[in-house]
Structure formats: structure tokens, C-alpha cells
């Protein structure tokens, strides 16, 4: 009969054998630099501008931003329904 374990174990004490002959300095990952898409500079409360002011124009930021999402989708799909529309006619 097939003797799989005692196979495995002299692999394993193999492969062991071999990872400790090895002299390997391993360095840490260097940090990879993130990207910015896009900066948003929010302001920080000032003693000029009021809490309402502020709050108004992170909405009006965050419906831009909303409204440029949705017009990307748009044009994805239109740009995707325009190159399917020939494939389907045929």
C-alpha cells in the first residue's frame, strides 16, 4: 500500500533541511507612495464663517461630486450601447 505520510514527513524534513541551509536577508517592504485623485480642502471652523455656511457648501461640494458620478455612468453607458447597437442589428 501507498505509504503517503512517511512520504510527507521526509519531505517536509527536506524542505526544512534546505530553508535552514539558506542565508536570506529579507528587507522590509518599502512604502509605496499613494496617489491623490482629487484634493478636497475643507475648511476648519473660523470665527468668520458660520457653522450653516460651512455646512452648505460641503453639500453643494458633495452634490457636484454626485452629479459628476452620474454623468460619467451616462456617458459609460451610452458609449457602451453605441458599440453593442451594430453587433445586435446584425
Known sequence: MYDWKSELDALVAETMAFTRSLKVEIEPPRPQPKEVAERVEYSEPG?????????????????????????????YADSLLRRIRPITKS
Open 47 to 75: 470665527y468668520g464663517v458660520s457653522e450653516r455656511d460651512q455646512i452648505r457648501k460641503r453639500v453643494e461640494s458633495f452634490k457636484a461630486h454626485q452629479e459628476r458620478f452620474m454623468r460619467e455612468r451616462e456617458e
